[in-house]
């Protein structure tokens, strides 16, 4: 089992920037592949950016590629979103997930674990 805890949401204005963290337990964390998903009131949860067990392949969303970096400490047991250049439509819940396998996925159904999520808003 694995439990996921994000923090670092909150409320940021049209172009600002955001550091969500998701700490894991677990003592093989560098063995899973990491995910972060967000979902907007009445739409369903989409894909934001994954990380590999390795921290060395990586995979965004179009729509927020240039702007999001996800990245891992393995040693700290975190893996992190840095959100910048931010805009209304970043607006959601944002969740971490992981899958008990090293690979990057898009796919919310090949993720194990979920985190509690954390709200981010972006005003305008």
């Known amino acids: 089992q694995v439990q996921l805890v994000e923090s670092g949401g909150g409320l940021v204005q049209v172009g600002g920037s955001l550091r969500l963290s998701c700490a894991a337990s677990?003592?093989?964390?560098?063995?899973?592949?990491m995910g972060w998903f967000r979902q907007a009131p009445g739409k369903e949860r989409e894909f934001v950016g994954a990380?590999?067990?390795?921290?060395?392949?990586?995979s965004y969303a179009d729509s927020v590629k240039g702007r999001f970096t996800i990245s891992r400490d393995n040693a700290k047991n975190t893996v992190y979103l840095q959100m910048n250049s931010l805009k209304p439509e970043d607006t959601a819940v944002y969740y971490c997930?992981?899958?008990?396998?090293?690979?990057?996925?898009?796919?919310?159904?090949?993720?194990?674990?979920w985190g509690q999520g954390t709200q981010v808003t972006v005003s305008s």
């Open positions: 677990g003592r093989t964390f560098s063995r899973y592949g």
């Open positions: 997930a992981a899958r008990e396998r090293p690979y990057c996925s898009r796919s919310v159904l090949e993720y194990d674990y």
């Open positions: 990380i590999c067990g390795s921290g060395g392949s990586k």
